[in-house]
C-alpha cells in the first residue's frame, strides 16, 4: 500500500442550535471535496474539531462516512488520544474500516515528556492494535499539545516501525523545521499544514497537504497542485498564499466556518462547539468582505 | 452539602507489567490512606495518571472503590476530558454514585480560547449532567493544559452557578495567583496542591491540600494540618516542606512512585503509562538516600 499523496482536507463539522453533529450535511460536504478536488479526507482533525467530540461520536462520524460510500482508501482519520488506551480503541475501529491510515496526535495532556515516552506510546499504540493494515501519519501541533515529533524521535519510529508509521502532517508551520524533515527523510509521507508552504515543499519531496483552508478553497488548492509547474504557477501561488493568509488572520477554524456557512448559506456552518468560539458579527463581515476584494 | 475541607491526595495508580491497572493494590492503597489520615481522596488526577487511563477504566475505578466500601462523599474524581460530551458522561456516572464532588480540567486540547468559550464548555457540563448533587471543582494547572481559570472567569462561574461551582484546586504553584483566590473568594473551597503553601494559604481561608506527596507523607500532612497553630508548627511546616521540595525537584509522579515502590515493597508502584516514564535506577537511589538522610 503506498503511502497518501495530494490534498487531503480536514473537513469541518456542522453542528445543528444544539450542537449535535449535523450528519447528512457533514456527509454531504465531505462528497462534495472529494468531487471537488481533493484526493481524500484527513476526517476528525483540529479543524474538525475531533477532540470536542466525544469517542462514540468519532467512531460514529466515520462509520457514516464509509456507509455513505467514501472509499475508505480515502480516508485518513485522526484517532489520538491523551490516553493510549482511547487512541488503541479509536485506531483500531479505523483500521477495521479500512481506512488508508491514521494521523496521530502526541499524547497531549502531560507537558515535557520525553522522546522515550512518546518512542513508548506510540509503540503501545501499534502493539495493541496489531493489525497489518495499520498506517500511522505523526500529527505535528505544538502549538495545541506542547509536544513536537523531534525529528530524531521519527528516525527511531521509521527504524523500529518502517511499515507503519509511514508519514506525518505538520502543522507547526515552521518552515525550518518542515525543511528539515524534508531533507532528512525522503520517501516518508510529509504534509505540509497550509498551501502558502506547499509548492516549495513538493519541490522539496512532500507528499501533498493537508490544510484547514482546503475546506474552502479545494478547487484552487488543487489547481495549484496540478499546475505548479506551469506558466500560472506563480500567480496561482500568489492567489492561494493570500487567501489563506487573510483566514488565517483570523482565528482559523472560526474563520473557515465563517466562510463556509456564506459558502453554503447555512447557519450550521456558523456553530463551534466550546471552547471554541465563533467569529462574531464584526469579524465575519470584515472577513467576507476583504475575501471578496480579493 | 458543604464543600470539601482538610486533605485530600490525588491517589497514585500501581500498574501490572502489561501496564494494567492492579486494581486490588490500588483499592488497598485508598483505604491505607483514608486510615492513615486523609480526610477523603481527589482520585483520578493527574499524579494518578488519569488522562493516561481510557474512559472505560476511569469508571471502573470510581466504581471499584466505592463497591470496596469507601463512602462516596469521601471522594472527588476528576473527571475532565478535552470535549464537552466525554466530560458529561465522566461528571454524570460520578454524580450518580454519589461522589462528593468533581474536579473539572478546562477542555485541554485546544490553546488560546477565550474565558467566553471556557464559561460555555463548563456550562454544557452541569447542564447536560443536569443533577442536583453535582459539585465542581475546577481544577487549575496550566503547565499541563496551557490553560487558567482566570479570577474574572471564576466569578462569572460563581455567580452563574452558585450551588455547583463550589471550588477549586490549584497546581499552578504560583502564590501570586492562590493568594488573589483567597482575597477575591471567601467561602469558595480552595484547595492549593502542595504541603508546603498549605499553612499559609490556611491562614488566609483555604479549604485544605490537594497534594501528590500526600500519596507518600499523609500522616506528616495531617499532622501539620492538625498541628499547624500548635508549638510544633514551625518545624513540622519546615520538614514537611524539606519532603516536598526534595521530591519535586524529580519529576514529580514518578517520584512519588519510586517512593510508594520503597514504602510498599513493590515494584508495581514504580511502573508509569507512556508517555510518563520511570525515574532512572541513579535518580531512584539519589532519591532515596536523600529522603533517608532528612
Request: positive net charge; charged residues 20%.
Amino acid at each position: 500500500m503506498t503511502a497518501a499523496t495530494g490534498i487531503w482536507p480536514p473537513a469541518a463539522t456542522p453542528f445543528r442550535e444544539d450542537l449535535s453533529i449535523d450528519m447528512e450535511r457533514y456527509v454531504a460536504f465531505c462528497h462534495q471535496l472529494l468531487r471537488d478536488g481533493a484526493h481524500g479526507l484527513a476526517v476528525l482533525g483540529t479543524t474538525s474539531e475531533t477532540n470536542s467530540l466525544d469517542l462514540e461520536e468519532r467512531k460514529g462520524v466515520l462509520e457514516k462516512l464509509v456507509n455513505s460510500g467514501i472509499n475508505p482508501a480515502q480516508l485518513i482519520p485522526g484517532t489520538g488520544a491523551a490516553s493510549f488506551g482511547d487512541a488503541v480503541k479509536l485506531t483500531k475501529h479505523a483500521a477495521e474500516l479500512g481506512v488508508k491510515g491514521s494521523l496521530l496526535l502526541p499524547p497531549f495532556y502531560y507537558k515535557g515528556v520525553s522522546d522515550e515516552g512518546l518512542f513508548e506510546f506510540v509503540s503501545e499504540v501499534i502493539r495493541r492494535v496489531n493489525s497489518k493494515r495499520l498506517r500511522l501519519y505523526l500529527y505535528n501541533f505544538p502549538q495545541q499539545t506542547g509536544l513536537i515529533w523531534s525529528p530524531e524521535l521519527i528516525a527511531t519510529l521509521r527504524g523500529a516501525f518502517p511499515e507503519t508509521v509511514v508519514g506525518i502532517k505538520d502543522s507547526s508551520g515552521d518552515a525550518k523545521y518542515l525543511n528539515k524533515l524534508l531533507e532528512k527523510f525522503p520517501g516518508f509521507a510529509i504534509f505540509p499544514s497550509s498551501e502558502s508552504l506547499m509548492v516549495d515543499a513538493l519541490d522539496k519531496g512532500a507528499a501533498g497537504c493537508i490544510s484547514a483552508t482546503a475546506n474552502t478553497h479545494v478547487k484552487e488548492i488543487r489547481a495549484l497542485y496540478e499546475g505548479r509547474k506551469s506558466s500560472q504557477a506563480a500567480a496561482m501561488n500568489k492567489r492561494a498564499s493570500a487567501i489563506r493568509t487573510l483566514i488565517a488572520s483570523f482565528p482559523l477554524i472560526a474563520a473557515v466556518k465563517a466562510t463556509l456557512a456564506d459558502q453554503h448559506k447555512h447557519r450550521g456552518w456558523h456553530r463551534l462547539r466550546p471552547p471554541l468560539t465563533p467569529l462574531d458579527e464584526k469579524q465575519t463581515t470584515a472577513l467576507r468582505e476583504k475575501l471578496a476584494a480579493l
